[in-house]
């Protein structure tokens, strides 16, 4: 099993920076790709970014050029950032990490972290 938990969220204006920390646990090693998804009131979860084992990564069109993810690897636990920049109010919210794990692909998420975006 995996453990996740993301840190980070809060209110930041139109145009400024926020960055998101993602902490996975437990059996790390089984992890194939982690992502970053959002879920706005009335709207379906999306992919926001992901990073793949070795490094590769992957945006959604919308946030292209303005977000940043990053991953890094420690003995015991699994830290993954999203750095956002230019911030839209259609940005607003919650965002949720994703570890897919194992040869199942089951997916673990965090409990979401709240941000919003103020115009």
């Known amino acids: 099993q995996v453990q996740v938990v993301e840190s980070g969220g809060g209110l930041v204006q139109a145009g400024g920076s926020l960055r998101l920390s993602c902490a996975a646990s437990g059996s790390i090693l089984s992890i194939n790709f982690m992502g970053w998804y959002r879920q706005a009131p009335g709207k379906q979860r999306e992919l926001v970014a992901r990073v793949i084992r070795g490094g590769t990564t992957d945006y959604a069109d919308s946030v292209k050029g303005r977000f940043t993810i990053s991953r890094d690897n420690a003995k015991n636990t699994v830290s993954m950032y999203l750095q956002m920049s230019s911030r839209r109010p259609e940005d607003t919210a919650v965002y949720y990490c994703?570890?897919?794990?194992?040869?199942?692909?089951?997916?673990?998420w965090g409990q979401g972290t709240q941000v919003t975006v103020s115009s």
């Open positions: 994703n570890a897919n794990v194992g040869i199942n692909r089951r997916g673990y």
